[in-house]
């Protein structure tokens, strides 16, 4: 009896269509197989105790998890992604609050994730944030603005926890003049 390996048979089916729709196309199973990879080192992260480079040649170093119950959403957030990673993840601004920590963690979330999850968001949406220093903590959307691209009012540092998404909107390139912004707040989840 012939055993079949699925995922090798998805992988392989996956890689001829993107090779027969042309490399334009291919992003998706970029991104396919770069979640793979990234969800794959938050696991061993969490086995560790300490941040595992998703792939050997990158600098990136994963921080924690963020989960939609509402949307079945889970994408790890990663710090220093300046190695191409950023395009397929959640980034964390290195000048803000560490996420799950008192304060305002500021992560953007690339235009592909935007048309995936972030537009999908509504008030009152939970959001669970799971990181390595601070463990589990819960946020609630409690507001969505869209602003110019110049300003960081959203960005500045609070006294309480605070979770923003911040996004291009009309992403149709980089030069983008608008940003789609996710305020959620930190609630006592007993």
Request: glycine share 6%; net charge neutral; proline share 4%.
């Amino acid at each position: 009896m012939i055993k079949i390996h699925w995922r090798g048979v998805l992988f392989f089916t996956a890689l001829s269509i993107g090779a027969w729709q042309g490399f334009a196309n291919t992003i998706p199973i970029q991104q396919w197989m770069t979640d793979g990879l990234l969800h794959t080192a938050w696991v061993r992260t969490k086995a560790n105790g300490h941040s595992i480079q998703p792939l050997p040649w990158t600098s990136t170093s994963l921080i924690a998890r963020v989960s939609i119950p509402r949307l079945n959403v889970d994408q790890v957030v990663l710090a220093n992604s300046n190695d191409g990673l950023g395009h397929f993840a959640l980034q964390h601004l290195s000048n803000s609050t560490l996420p799950g920590e008192q304060g305002n963690s500021v992560m953007t979330v690339p235009s592909s994730e935007f048309y995936s999850f972030l537009s999908e968001l509504r008030d009152g949406d939970m959001l669970i944030v799971e990181s390595l220093r601070s463990g589990r903590t819960h946020y609630q959307v409690a507001e969505i603005r869209i602003v110019g691209k110049t300003d960081i009012t959203s960005l500045q540092p609070t006294s309480n926890r605070r979770l923003t998404l911040v996004s291009c909107y009309q992403c149709n390139n980089d030069s983008s003049e608008w940003r789609y912004v996710v305020i959620a707040e930190g609630v006592d989840k007993s």
